[in-house]
C-alpha cells in the first residue's frame, strides 16, 4: 500500500505543478460568459451521476493492483535468482571417488546432480578445487607419474550451471591444496616434495596475485605437507594445517607478506593437537573471511568421537563448538564460513557397534598406535608430509581393530558367525554427510540417497 499512496502523492504534486499564477483567474473576472440566446441540454445530472462511477472504480482498482498485481510481482521476486546472490546458497561442488575424472555439481538441498565437469583432457584427474565466494572456482589437475600440476578456472552461475574450463597462466610442481581468497584476488598453493630428474624439489608454500602473476614462497620441511588451506576474504592472512607421522598435526597462521624462508618461522601457532590429549590430531581448519577465528576438527587416534573447535587468534581462547560420533573428513566451508560440510565416518574400522567400549580399549594396545603416538610427541613443532600420515592413518586403525578382533575366540565356539560379524561391522563404518552450522554447533545429516556419501569424497563450496 505504501507504493500505491506515494505514486498517487507523486501523481497529485505533477498535476498540482502545471498550475501558474497566469492561468489563474483573477476575482473581477468572470470564469464563462452566459449568453441567453445559446440553450443546450443540462448534462447536470449526468455530471453527478459519473462521479460516483469515477470513484467507485478508481476504489476497484486499487483493490485489483493491491489482492492480485502487488502479491504476484513480489512472489516473483521472491523465487527469482538475485543477482548478487551466491550461488553457494543452492549449490556445492563434488570431487568423486574413483578415477576422479569429473565433477559434479549438486543441490544443496536435495543432493540431485545438476551438471558434470569432465576433465579438458584425456589422463587428467582432479587433484583438487577450490572457491572464495562459491562462484568462481580454481581446480588443480594432475597426470599420473609427471611432477606438476595445470590450474583451470570455471565459474558457476545462479541455476548451478559452469562455464568451460580455462587455463590460469600458474603452474605449480606437485599442488597438494589450493585456497582462493574470496574478492579472487589471491590463491594460495602447498606443493609436496618431488623429485625431477635427479634433482629433488622441496615443498613450500606460494601464494599468487592473481592480478600481477606476482608470487611469494616458503620453504616447507623435507618431509613436510599441507593437509588443509584457507585465506582471508583478502587474502592478506593463509592458515594451514602441517601433518606428519612424527609430530602431530599443528595449525599456523601466515601473513602472507612475510618475507620468504621457513613456512614454520614466518608463522604463528593457531592450536596444536597435542594441547588437546596426548593421541589427539587435527585434520582440517578453515578460517573465517575478517581472519578473526579458525575452525578445526579434533580428534583423538583410533576414537570414534570428534570435536569441532574454534580458536579465537587475538586472544588464543579455544572453544568446543560441537561434539560429534564418528570420524571426521575434511571441512568444506561456505563462504561466509558460517556452515561446514564434513562426511562424518561412523566408525573407524571395522568392529562391530554392539560392542564399541571393548574396540577402543583394544585400540591403545597394538603396536602401531603407541609407536605413532611416541613420534609424535618427540615433535610438536616442525611438521612433516601429511599425505603419508593420510593414507597411511586408516591402515594403522583397521588393521589394530581387525588383529585384536579376537572376535575369533566367540567366532570359534559359533562356527556359523564369521561370516554375519563383518556385515555389522560395515555398517558402522557407513559415511554421512554433515552440514552444521558454526554458531550453534547443531548438526543436520543430508539423507537424502542423491548424495550417497562415501569416506573419500570431498566438497567444496
Known sequence: MNSIE??????????????????????????AT????????????????????????????????????????????????QAGASPADRYVVQLGSGSRARLTVRSLGAGT??????????????????????????????????????????RLGNSGLPTALTTLPVTRRPVAKAALSKDNTTLALATGRCVQGRRPIPGELAVVNLATSQARQWRL??????????????????????RSSHARATVYVLHTNAQPGWAVQRSQVAATAARFGAR????????????????????????????????????????????YAGVPGDLAADPSVT???????????PTPSPTPS??????????????????????????????????????????????????????????????????PSRSPGTPRLALISLSSGSPRFLGSPAWAPQATLAYYW
Open 339 to 349: 556452515r561446514v560440510l564434513v562426511v562424518v565416518r561412523q566408525s573407524r574400522g
Open 113 to 154: 546432480a545438476v551438471a558434470t565437469i569432465p576433465a579438458p583432457k584425456p589422463g587428467m584427474t582432479f587433484a583438487d578445487v577450490t572457491s572464495g565466494d562459491g562462484r568462481t572456482y580454481v581446480a588443480v589437475l594432475s597426470r599420473a607419474g609427471v611432477c606438476r600440476n595445470w590450474l583451470y578456472k570455471f
Open 358 to 423: 571393548p574396540s577402543k580399549s583394544r585400540g591403545p594396545t597394538p603396536v602401531p598406535s603407541p609407536s605413532r603416538s611416541r613420534g609424535q610427541a618427540s615433535r610438536l613443532v616442525i611438521a612433516a608430509s601429511p599425505s603419508h600420515p593420510r593414507a597411511n592413518q586408516p591402515t594403522p586403525s583397521a588393521s589394530p581393530s581387525r588383529q585384536p578382533s579376537p572376535s575369533p575366540s566367540p567366532s570359534h565356539r559359533r562356527a556359523p558367525r564369521p561370516t554375519p560379524s563383518p556385515s
Open 6 to 31: 506515494d505514486r498517487l502523492r507523486d501523481a497529485y504534486r505533477d498535476a498540482a505543478e502545471t498550475v501558474n499564477p497566469d492561468t489563474i483567474r483573477q476575482l473581477h473576472e468572470r470564469s
Open 34 to 81: 452566459i449568453s441567453p440566446l445559446a440553450t443546450r441540454p443540462d448534462s447536470r445530472p449526468h455530471r453527478r451521476l459519473m462521479v460516483p462511477l469515477a470513484a467507485a472504480s478508481a476504489v476497484a482498482l486499487v483493490a485489483v493492483v493491491t489482492a492480485v498485481v502487488i502479491p504476484a510481482a513480489l512472489d516473483r521476486t521472491r523465487h527469482a535468482p
Open 280 to 323: 589427539d590430531d587435527i585434520r582440517s581448519a578453515v578460517i573465517t573471511p575478517d581472519g578473526s577465528t579458525v575452525y578445526f576438527t579434533a580428534n583423538p587416534a583410533g576414537s570414534v568421537h570428534w570435536q569441532l573447535r574454534a580458536v579465537s587468534l587475538a586472544t588464543g581462547h579455544t572453544r568446543v563448538v560441537g561434539r
Open 221 to 242: 620441511p623435507d618431509r613436510a605437507g599441507v593437509s588443509s588451506l584457507s585465506l582471508t576474504a583478502d587474502g592478506s592472512l593463509l592458515a594451514y594445517t602441517v
